[in-house]
């Protein structure tokens, strides 16, 4: 990840996912950066939908911007929801292809996060708690923002090199840690 990233898009689907992302990046080394938060889809409509048509139009202001003065990161949150995480995945390379935009390579600040069902289930397991993967329901009760600060936190912590996870980490959030420490 280039050091001098000077812009954050941080394109998320719901509120929860928007300050976790924020909550960590305040404990890097880019917590000083500017960044823009993609308007969140509202009510109106699906939050995975709105990820994958935002993409493509994210990911092209990203590139935009690499090769100049500053040098933009594009951060995605997305929920798997009933595909696997991979597959969510592809949802997201497909409309890029959909809509002629050239694939991703690894070397491009792109961080792609994907939860299970909701964010909320990495949130609860950074706190400790034991949660099952494919609980449709870790949004109940709601998380607070003092639990997602906290949660940011922890997950600061568990991405630091050699560092351990705690015994409650869910698959999803295991796999996506490299992708956390690429952020900072």
């Not at 497909?94 to 792609?112: F, H, M």
């Not at 705690?166 to 690429?182: E, F, K, N, Y």
Request: net charge positive; charged share 25%; aromatic share 4%.
């Amino acid at each position: 990840m280039p050091d001098r990233v000077a812009n954050i898009i941080i394109l998320v689907e719901d509120q929860e996912h928007q300050n976790l992302v924020r909550r960590y990046l305040q404990r890097t080394r880019h917590s000083h950066r500017s960044f823009r938060l993609v308007r969140l889809p509202g009510n109106r409509q699906c939050g995975s939908q709105h990820v994958r048509e935002q993409f493509p139009k994210q990911l092209a202001e990203c590139r935009g911007m690499l090769g100049r003065r500053t040098r933009c990161m594009l951060i995605v949150v997305t929920d798997a929801d009933n595909l696997t995480t991979a597959e969510r995945e592809q949802t997201l390379h497909t409309e890029l292809s959909r809509s002629g935009c050239t694939s991703i390579v690894p070397t491009e600040p792109v961080i792609i996060l994907i939860p299970k069902w909701q964010v909320e289930t990495w949130i609860k397991c950074l706190l400790g708690q034991a949660v099952a993967e494919d609980d449709r329901d870790t949004d109940r009760p709601p998380v607070t923002p003092q639990q997602i600060d906290a949660a940011a936190g922890v997950l600061y912590q568990w991405t630091r090199p050699k560092a351990q996870v705690g015994a409650t980490c869910v698959q999803s959030l295991q796999d996506a840690i490299p992708r956390w420490r690429r952020i900072g």
